[in-house]
């Protein structure tokens, strides 16, 4: 048997997106629409009903864990999903290029992304190895755009700090400071508000930035920290099923999650966890990756993109590209007899509320051990009707559980 879990990031919606249909309703998917007859369907609320999801959250409970028990941060995602290794004692942050202005009563904040700066992170990332503190290791990685992570290494950390970005323009940069009282906490505090100083003084100087400023750029000056986490200590999937699995995914953070459960990274050329990612690269490399891993883990974050853009079209293009561009190479080429496919969202992006929402999202089940339903598309109000009816979460376990692979819980 072989695994095959697709998720489309915030692929559910509301009938407010389009005419009275969500976007996958009203989205054009033969592909999709067969593999539907042929399998399926239900409702997933992906952590629980009534809970909103963060995308990491989410993540962790679809691939069978208690986010509640689990969850310490999205930092630590960041760090595993740009490449850095991360142990125990380990502080992780997501860490964004902003742009501030000095005043009088410290930094205070011109851009959250610095201008959506799309070139020259590298050098800034050079000058970033600059970051010094005695008794410490500071790791920081850029990756797409304005985007990177920092680890910070040493003795008697902890991750209840508070983080230094305000998300609001104008704003002071806001100094770290405790958020409960727990050994470690002010030291680290005091630790990511020296970072924050010091990244100033790296970057501010720096001829890219000069030369940002003088085409009229915002600079990227400092480091804006944020998702502080230490290393969660996760059973991996391979310890709990006996199979070894495979993560194909552009964003960082869904690399992230899934190196956490233990899957393998497998780098795809043009996956760009965006609405322009290679869909075809991915799909060649979902049936490369099968030939080697017993389950391939694939994400595609361009739905939830659009979601956050209030983009009704781009959502719905995205999901028609996917159908043609991964659906239909995934019916012609995969071997049927020996493969389950499990394909959803990890929450709903509606376009008019343009963030994460608390509705189910639409699932589908299609292999040689799954009843077929009455349903011919999975759209919100047919997988409603679904022989899968409506879970929470644990939908790889249930992927791994059709392929044979659960273990007995009891005798
Ligand atoms: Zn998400
Ligand atoms: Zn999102």
Redo the contacts with the bound molecule.
């Keep these: 048997m072989k695994g095959i879990f697709i998720i489309a990031?915030?692929l559910g919606g509301r009938p407010s997106d389009i005419d009275g249909k969500t976007c996958l309703e009203a989205a054009d998917t033969p592909y999709l629409d067969a593999l539907a007859t042929r399998g399926s369907s239900g409702l997933v609320d992906p952590i629980g009903p009534g809970v909103r999801?963060?995308?990491d959250t989410?993540h962790l409970s679809l691939m069978g864990y208690d986010p509640y028990e689990v969850y310490t941060g999205r930092g630590v995602f960041e760090c595993l999903g740009i490449g850095m290794d991360v142990k125990a004692g380990d502080i992780c942050f997501r860490a964004n290029f902003g742009s501030v202005e000095t005043s009088d009563d410290g930094l205070r904040l011109l851009d959250r992304r610095a201008g959506r700066i799309n070139e020259g992170q590298k050098d800034l990332e050079a000058a970033l190895r600059g970051l010094s503190i005695p008794g410490t290791e500071i790791d920081f990685l850029a990756s797409t755009q304005h985007r990177g992570a920092l680890r910070i290494r040493g003795e008697g950390l902890s991750r209840f700090i508070s983080e230094t970005d305000p998300h609001v323009i104008g704003e002071l940069l806001h100094p770290s400071a405790p958020t409960a009282d727990v050994p470690g906490a002010q030291k680290t505090a005091d630790l990511v508000n020296q970072i924050t100083q010091q990244s100033y003084e790296l970057l501010v100087e720096h001829p890219l930035n000069q030369k940002r400023i003088s085409e009229g750029k915002l600079p990227a000056n400092v480091l804006l920290l944020r998702g502080a986490a230490d290393c969660p200590d996760l059973p991996s999937i391979e310890s709990i099923y006996g199979v070894r699995g495979a993560v194909i995914a552009g964003g960082a953070l869904y690399r992230g999650v899934a190196e956490a459960c233990g899957m393998t990274y497998i780098p795809v050329e043009g996956a760009t966890g965006g609405l322009d990612t290679d869909i075809v690269a991915k799909a060649e490399a979902v049936l490369n990756a099968l030939k080697t891993y017993d389950y391939v883990f694939c994400h595609l974050k361009g739905t939830?993109n659009a979601g956050h853009d209030q983009d009704a079209e781009a959502k719905k293009a995205f999901i028609e590209r996917m159908d043609t561009e991964l659906f239909k190479t995934l019916i012609e080429r995969v071997d049927w007899d020996s493969t389950h496919l499990a394909f959803t969202g990890?929450?709903c992006?509606p376009i008019d509320y343009g963030d994460?929402t608390v509705d189910p999202v639409p699932v589908l089940f299609v292999g040689p051990n799954i009843p077929r339903d009455s349903g011919t598309t999975i759209g919100i109000r047919v997988a409603g009707q679904g022989g899968l009816g409506r879970f929470s979460g644990r939908v790889l376990p249930m992927l791994l559980g059709y392929c044979n692979w659960a273990p007995k819980f009891g005798s």
């Design positions: 990031d915030g999801p963060g995308s989410a939830d990890d929450h992006t994460h």
